[in-house]
Nanobody, 124 residues
Framework: QVQLVESGGGLVQAGGSLRLSCAAS????????MGWFRQAPGKEREFVAT????????YYVDSVKGRFTISRDNAKNTVYLQMNSLKSEDTAVYYC?????????????????WGQGTQVTVSS
């Protein structure tokens, strides 16, 4: 069992930056693949980025490549999402998710644990 708590969301102007954090409970964080997802009003939850247990493998949705960076600090039980050059279409609630696995996943139903979400609003 792992509990996830996101933070770092807020209101930012287009072109600005935010860094989201997701703190995980438990002593086995390094055994979890982590993912970031987002959900805009009226839309389905969308994959954003994922990172392997060691941090050596990452994968992004095309719309954020070159702008967002996922990283993790296993000593701090935390995964991050650095978001640069933000656009209005990035506005959504952002969720982190976890699955105990050596593989990375883009589908939400592959993840077992979810945080409560943090709102990111980008004004144009």
């Amino acid at each position: 069992q792992v509990q996830l708590v996101e933070s770092g969301g807020g209101l930012v102007q287009a072109g600005g930056s935010l860094r989201l954090s997701c703190a995980a409970s438990g002593r086995t964080f390094s055994s979890y693949t982590m993912g970031w997802f987002r959900q805009a009003p009226g839309k389905e939850r969308e994959f954003v980025a994922t990172i392997s247990r060691s941090g050596g493998s990452t994968y992004y949705v095309d719309s954020v490549k070159g702008r967002f960076t996922i990283s993790r600090d296993n000593a701090k039980n935390t995964v991050y999402l650095q978001m640069n050059s933000l656009k209005s279409e990035d506005t959504a609630v952002y969720y982190c998710a976890a699955r105990s696995s050596s593989y990375t996943y883009t589908a939400p139903d592959k993840y077992d644990y979810w945080g409560q979400g943090t709102q990111v609003t980008v004004s144009s």
